[in-house]
Structures are given as C-alpha cells and as structure tokens.
C-alpha cells in the first residue's frame, strides 16, 4: 500500500485542531469514567464484607442423631427331650400285630426272594392294621408327585425338604418328589401304672 505524501496537509488549519481536541477530550474523560467506576466497584467491595465461614473443627460437629431400631433378640431354641414311652408302645404293637421286630433283627440274606416276599406280606399286612387303628396319617403336600410346585418365602422347612441346585432365596420352584406324610392324630393305648414300656414283646415259653 503506498500512501500520498501530498495528502497529508503541512499546515494545522482551525478545523484540524479542533478535532484533535475533541478526540483528546474524548479520551480524557474515557480514561477517567474507568478510573471512577474502577474506585466506586472497590469501596463497594470494602463496604460489603464477604460473609465469612466460621471454621468448624471437625471434633465439634455433633452427629445427627440416628433413630435406632429395636433389634428383636434372637429367640431361643428350646430343646424339648423326647419321651420314649410312646415309641416304645408303638414298636411293641407293630411287634405283635406284624411281628416287625422278628422281620428287621432277621438275618434274611441267606433266604430265598420266594421266601422273603411270603414273609414281607405278613409283615405288611400287619403295620398297615396297626398304623389305620392308632394313627391317621395324611399327606404333607396335597399336589400330585412329579408335578411342579413353587414354594414361597417363609415356606416350613420343617415340612418340606428341598435338594438339589439351592440357589438364591425363595420362592422356589422344583418337582415335588414326595408328598410326605403328617400324623394328624395318634392315639395309644394307656399304659397301667408301672408298666415297664421297654419290654417291646415278652418272651414265651411253652410248657
């Protein structure tokens, strides 16, 4: 870019100094507006003080109390010892209505399948009249076996065993295997005072 030396006048005339002085005044007074507005913005910041923080030590800040939940105390297991009265009653009558204790302290290994099947009749016949005279018995589950059943959470596991891939909590749901038997009533015979229950069969002799 080249420029004009011509152009530039050589002499100041009255109009040219008088718009420098405008553009010298002009900025004069920007310089000066800035430099106002720079010290008001600063008393402003010393007029208001930024609320400061008091410093807490980490020591004196209380927790928040936590309402406690009652913890319910795990409840004992009781123990109760089995009386053997009435099992010992029960295998003396399986003994003698189907001579069941004969049958189990047998050593059947050296007898024939013609034989132990004859014998296994009696015994069967003869538990089979004892249980319908003394118990009654019904099923656990009442679904029918091999069908598929879903236990729900808090089942009894008391009543139901379950096996198998035990994965997770319940509900569960498998194949029920067996229904399972309850005694739903049980009545024995009294025993007369001084009975001696250990006795499960007398011996006999024949004179």
């Known amino acids: 870019m080249q420029?004009?030396?011509?152009?530039?006048?050589?002499?100041?005339?009255?109009?040219h100094v008088g718009l420098a002085a405008v553009a010298a005044l002009l900025l004069l007074l920007s310089i000066l507006l800035a430099v106002i507005s720079a010290f008001a913005l600063s008393r402003r910041t010393k007029a208001v003080p930024a609320p400061s923080q008091p410093a807490i030590a980490p020591s004196?800040?209380?927790?928040?109390?936590?309402?406690?939940?009652?913890?319910?105390?795990?409840?004992?297991?009781?123990?109760?010892?089995?009386?053997?009265?009435?099992?010992?009653?029960?295998?003396?009558l399986l003994q003698q209505e189907a001579r069941f204790l004969d049958?189990?302290?047998?050593?059947?290994?050296?007898?024939?399948?013609?034989?132990?099947?004859?014998?296994?009749?009696?015994?069967?016949?003869g538990c089979r009249k004892v249980l319908?005279?003394?118990?009654?018995?019904?099923?656990?589950?009442?679904?029918?076996?091999?069908?598929?059943?879903?236990?729900?959470?808090?089942y009894d596991a008391g009543a139901v065993r379950v096996s198998g891939n035990i994965v997770g909590e319940p509900p569960f749901t498998g194949t029920l295997i067996h229904r399972g038997w309850r005694a739903s009533r049980i009545q024995l015979p009294r025993l007369a005072e001084g009975h001696d229950a250990r006795i499960l069969a007398p011996a006999e002799v024949e004179l």
């Open 103 to 125: 049958f189990v302290q047998e050593n059947i290994a050296g007898h024939g399948d013609a034989d132990i099947g004859a014998a296994v009749r009696v015994v069967h016949e």
């Open 132 to 154: 319908k005279q003394h118990l009654e018995l019904e099923p656990v589950r009442t679904e029918a076996e091999n069908s598929r059943v879903t236990l729900p959470k808090g």
């Open 60 to 92: 004196a800040v209380a927790p928040v109390p936590v309402a406690a939940q009652p913890v319910e105390p795990p409840k004992p297991v009781v123990v109760k010892e089995a009386t053997p009265e009435a099992a010992l009653q029960l295998l003396g």
């Open 3 to 15: 420029i004009d030396l011509n152009l530039i006048p050589s002499t100041l005339d009255i109009v």
